[in-house]
């Protein structure tokens, strides 16, 4: 199946969040992270329900969480190996990764 742009969206509270896609009725993607500090985060999970698979719907949620630490000036530590790997494929995103 063709790739296909998705509405992401963004919940968040005072410890961490997800962003996350409705794929169906009962079909979620979700990245979530959590917060460790003033404006740095840990990427801690990243999943896409098994029949949605291989439709770049990680990669939406990647692109949208890498564009808003960009702009709220948040660093980012990936734990998750999705979002590490995606890291190393990306190194334009080096400026936003956590020391």
């Known amino acids: 199946m063709p790739d296909q742009n998705y509405t992401v969206e963004r919940k968040e509270d005072d410890f961490g969040g997800r962003y996350f896609i409705r794929l169906a009725a009962d079909a979620e993607a979700e990245m979530t ?6 404006h740095v985060i840990v990427v801690d999970h990243t999943f896409t329900p098994p029949a949605f698979r291989g439709r ?12 808003d630490m960009g702009e709220e000036g948040t660093k980012v530590h990936p734990l998750c190996s999705f979002a590490v790997v995606q890291f190393r494929r990306h190194p334009e995103w080096s400026g936003l990764l956590a020391e």
């Not at 770049?56 to 564009?67: D, P, T, Y």
């Open 56 to 67: 770049n719907i990680a990669q939406q949620l990647m692109e949208k969480l890498v564009a």
């Open 33 to 38: 992270y959590r917060r460790t500090g003033d």
